[in-house]
């Protein structure tokens, strides 16, 4: 059974770092692309990041330079270290994964590109 657990969320000062992990059960990483989304209250899901599982990487200009996303060597968990957090990353941080290889292309910020969800975790930054 594929599931996803993000863990790592949490109250940050503007400025400040928080990095989040995504747990995968079920699968390896081999076959897969996991990617973060975020969703903000009123606001629609938007794609963070994505990683391949060749190690190609896709970043939302909102987050470039700032946010890392990341895998560990057992392909078991993926991370996103968040940088110099500004008010407006406060939302409720998503992992998600779809069986390939790659990142959907162009698409990969899409959420219909992915298969599997974990529940979300909180991240606020606030002074």
């Known amino acids: 059974q594929v599931q996803l657990v993000e863990s790592g969320g949490g109250l940050a000062q503007p400025g400040g770092s928080l990095r989040l992990s995504c747990a995968a059960s079920g699968f390896t990483l081999d076959y897969h692309s996991i990617a973060w989304f975020r969703q903000a209250p009123g606001k629609v899901r938007e794609g963070v990041s994505c990683t391949s599982s060749d190690g190609t990487t896709y970043y939302a200009d909102s987050v470039k330079g700032r946010f890392t996303i990341s895998s560990d060597n057992t392909k078991t968990t993926v991370y996103l270290q968040m940088n110099s957090l500004k008010p407006e990353d406060t939302a409720v941080y998503y992992c998600?994964?779809?069986?390939?290889?790659?990142?959907?292309?162009?698409?990969?910020?899409?959420?219909?590109?992915?298969?599997?969800w974990g529940q979300g975790t909180q991240v606020t930054v606030s002074s």
């Open positions: 998600a994964t779809v069986r390939s290889d790659y990142c959907p292309g162009d698409g990969w910020w899409a959420p219909s590109e992915y298969d599997y």
